[in-house]
């Protein structure tokens, strides 16, 4: 079998360029974009195959049978040993966000409180609040891990003022790409069955977990009976367009996941489910072919940063292909005026400085909520010639800004 080599480096600028989605076409072409959550790799093989054999039958109706619960059942059990991964308390979803408002329907009412922990990925902010129920922060130390006593505190706070109370959980985190050990988990769990919380673990970047940490799924730890996961196959093999995911939940909540409709599992995309049941169960090479080559980036940023950008601060993610940057030496604050947390595209401080003066687009820290002001996200998940045009135009517009 010939080895697979790095999807990273598979694919030029050019060809990148005339992709169609999001990511590609939000900024112009001078702009090299390094914001949202799409890698510029090819499909894996085994992904392109399922799809082009459904094109070619016209397989393009509504989602049915239990192929990709069955399929992730079996990636969680190579990858992880969850063997724990129950069909009958599992539904397929439209995607990770989708499955956990239709969660929030089952388990809550308008008004109840989620307790996050920013800075925190965007869209826990908003589908939570557009979808009727308010925001509790808990906000994460100083070493970007969960702080127990400010969760402690949130916890009895949100319970309070209200019998039902969730607490969405980043694991691993996003933005900063910190990976929850045991220990946190346990202690997470512990603290939530002393209130009353219910916790839900969106788990979408599991799969991408470097050589220095260990993904452990919430559900496989005791105290995790009443608890719920989320997780799909788009971040770690690019599926972002091809919609789908799992739902699951722990023992004790197959009533909770009866109350959801059935209806749900039939509004993800068939091509999506056949595109991720590919990858779970024949997408292990190229995932860990994958893994080399952000493991080889992660190293190469923290290199260009010492050359380009040494003043700022970079945590070295132990999981995803984003990298949290803390830019606050860069730029003074003039450019953070009137920031405030809102949707991706919202540019302000040395985001707005890398964009306007340096032709990359990284994503701002403030819409991540409290503790993102001053950084950025950055993807690495790219070539490494970008990767070195991108930190070098950063760094030039860094310069510029200092001697200005």
């Known amino acids: 079998m010939t080895p697979i080599g790095n999807p ?34 090819p499909l894996a093989p085994p992904i392109a195959e399922s799809l082009y054999r459904a094109i070619a039958n016209g397989d393009t109706g509504y989602v049915s049978g239990t192929e990709l619960v069955e399929a992730f059942q079996g990636f969680a059990s190579r990858r992880w040993g969850w063997d724990t991964v129950s069909a009958d308390r599992t539904l397929v979803v439209v995607d990770v966000m989708n499955g956990f408002v239709q969660l929030l329907d089952a388990i809550t009412e308008p008004g109840d409180p989620v307790i996050v922990n920013p800075p925190v990925y965007t869209p826990f902010y908003s589908y939570t609040e557009h979808h009727g129920r308010r925001i509790v922060e808990a906000p994460l130390g100083e070493d970007c891990r969960i702080d127990l006593e ?78 719920f996961s989320l997780t799909s196959a788009s971040k770690a093999w690019n599926l972002a367009g091809a919609k789908a995911a799992v739902l699951v939940g722990g023992s ?103 964009y306007d003066d340096g032709k990359v687009a990284v994503t701002s820290g403030h819409v991540f909520g409290p503790g993102g002001t001053g950084r950025v996200r950055i993807n690495f998940g790219t070539s490494s010639s970008i990767l070195t045009t991108a930190l070098r135009q950063m760094g030039d517009a860094a310069r510029s800004a200092a001697l200005s």
Request: aromatic fraction near 8%; proline fraction near 5%; charge should be negative.
């Open 150 to 227: 400010a969760l402690d505190r949130a916890f009895a706070a949100a319970r309070a003022s209200s019998p039902r109370a969730v607490y969405l959980l980043a694991n691993p985190h996003n933005p900063t790409g910190v990976v929850h050990t045991v220990a946190e988990l346990t202690s997470v769990l512990e603290l939530a069955a002393t209130h009353g919380v219910t916790v839900v673990s969106n788990e979408i970047h599991a799969p991408i977990v470097y050589s220095d940490a260990q993904f452990t799924p919430l559900l496989s730890l005791p105290g995790a009976e009443r608890a």
């Open 8 to 41: 990273l480096e598979a694919l030029s600028l050019d060809e990148l360029r005339t992709r169609t989605s999001w990511k590609w076409t939000t900024y112009p072409n001078d702009v090299l974009p390094l914001w949202v959550a799409e890698m510029d790799v």
């Open 252 to 354: 004790d909540t197959a009533d909770d996941l009866a109350a959801i409709p059935a209806w749900t599992s039939r509004i993800a995309s068939h091509l999506g489910v056949i595109a991720q049941t590919a990858a779970y169960n024949e997408g292990d090479e190229w995932l860990d072919a994958l893994l080399s080559g952000l493991e080889r980036n992660r190293n190469l940023l923290g290199e260009l940063l010492t050359e380009h950008l040494p003043e700022v601060g970079y945590l070295r993610p132990q999981g995803t292909y984003m990298a949290w940057l803390d830019c606050r030496n860069v730029i003074t604050s003039d450019r953070d005026e009137g920031a405030t947390a809102g949707s991706f595209g919202a540019m302000a401080g040395a985001a707005k400085l890398f």
